[in-house]
């Protein structure tokens, strides 16, 4: 596997019910990210870590709960999920987090909540 | 409120012609600037950026124009090319502070043959 890979690519799933997305990169980078793209919206920022640790957290709903357990692996636990959460979720990566730090995007897991 | 802005959801250009796609932000603290370019099915990547302290870059066929003053910037794509068919997302930052990228909604271009 090369770059940031994100599965499931695509998930369905009740209210009620518990899942988590997983990001994975293989590119060395000791930041990462989670954004989520809305239809019609733009990208929006969700969480960032570096060096596994949460530096910020974009006033982000508690059913969204981020686990950074290494530089290589991040994950979006969902829980009491919205329909309105149904979205486009994408993960990144960067070598550092400040901004000339070029982030590179897994290709997303397409949520459906019912 | 939408930081950043690119009105024209979509554009088509003849192959060979010149692709402008234009982009505003309101926030006048963005110093940072980023055009990012999207294949269906995969994620965004990066194809040139542009600081405030410029107000030009430019990258083999790819130009960005910033326009500090009317808070808007350009990416130019000269000549076009089938292959530069795909959705180019505008974002903004600061360049202090974590990489929190502010993004357009993006615009979907398409380059006839």
Redesign the interface.
Known sequence: ETG?TQTPRHLVMGMTNKKSLKCEQHLGHN?M?WYKQSA??????MF?Y?LEER??N?SVPSRFSPECPNSSHLFLHLHTLQPEDSALY?C?S?QG????????????TRLTVL | D?Q?KQNSPSLSVQEGRISILNCDYTNSMFD?FLW?KKYP??????LISISSIKDKNEDGRFTVFLNKSAKHLSLHIVPSQPGDSAVY?CAA??????????????TRLTVIP
């Open positions: 940031v930041a990210y019609k919206k733009p990208l929006e920022l960032v570096s530096v910020e974009n994408l990144a960067s987090a400040g901004v000339y730090n070029e982030q590179f995007f897994g290709p997303g | 939408q950043v940072y990012y099915a995969e994620g965004p990547t990066f997302f930052s600061f360049q202090t502070g974590a990489n929190n990228l502010f993004f357009g909604t993006g």
